[in-house]
């Protein structure tokens, strides 16, 4: 009886070392409108304030709702991301910002990792911006990150 308890506490530990987490923030600097964070299943998971996901986050979206956004973000500038510990090399998070009609322009928004990839992320200033998907194969504009339980920030106004 000892050892399975031994080895259920031990089971336990290991767990709560080794969860996967991330924490998605806003920095709403516009003044108005509302952030959103939804999940792909359409749920939202956030309309403003930190979440933290206990395990992957994958297809997510997040805009600033102006009131002229549809409820997956149509007609505003849309941040996609992906937030995962790699499973394999090269399969970890992936953010970026798309413009892909029926998606466009709005506010000037932008993302970073933090708690890994620091530095790392990217910004959008206006309708033709370089660091945007414009059509489905501008693949070079996600920004990638391999570090377990990496967070993101999403920032709205720059």
């Known amino acids: 009886m000892f050892f399975k308890v031994f080895l259920a506490i031990i089971a336990f530990t290991v767990a709560r070392v080794y969860a996967?987490?991330?924490?998605?923030?806003?920095?709403?600097?516009?003044?108005?409108?509302?952030p959103t964070l939804r999940a792909q299943n359409g749920q939202v998971l956030s309309t403003g304030g930190a979440v933290t996901?206990?395990?992957?986050?994958?297809?997510?979206?997040?805009?600033?709702?102006?009131?002229?956004?549809?409820?997956?973000?149509?007609?505003?500038?849309?941040?996609?991301?992906?937030?995962?510990?790699?499973?394999s090399p090269g399969a970890g998070s992936s953010t970026d910002i798309s413009l892909i009609p029926p998606h466009s322009f709005s506010v000037t928004s932008g993302f970073g990792?933090?708690?890994?990839?620091?530095?790392?992320?990217?910004?959008?200033?206006?309708a033709?911006?370089?660091t945007a998907f414009h059509v489905s194969t501008d693949n070079q504009v996600q920004v990638a990150c391999q570090v377990n339980n990496v967070n993101l920030v999403i920032t709205f106004c720059l």
């Not at 991330?22 to 003044?31: A, E, K, M, Y």
């Not at 530095?119 to 206006?126: E, F, H, I, L, P």
């Open 113 to 126: 990792y933090f708690n890994g990839c620091d530095g790392a992320g990217a910004d959008c200033t206006n």
């Open 128 to 130: 033709n911006c370089p």
């Open 53 to 87: 996901i206990n395990g992957p986050l994958i297809g997510a979206i997040a805009y600033l709702q102006t009131g002229n956004c549809g409820a997956n973000g149509e007609r505003c500038t849309l941040i996609e991301t992906t937030l995962r510990n790699p499973p």
């Open 20 to 34: 996967e987490t991330h924490v998605v923030t806003f920095d709403n600097r516009c003044g108005f409108g509302t």
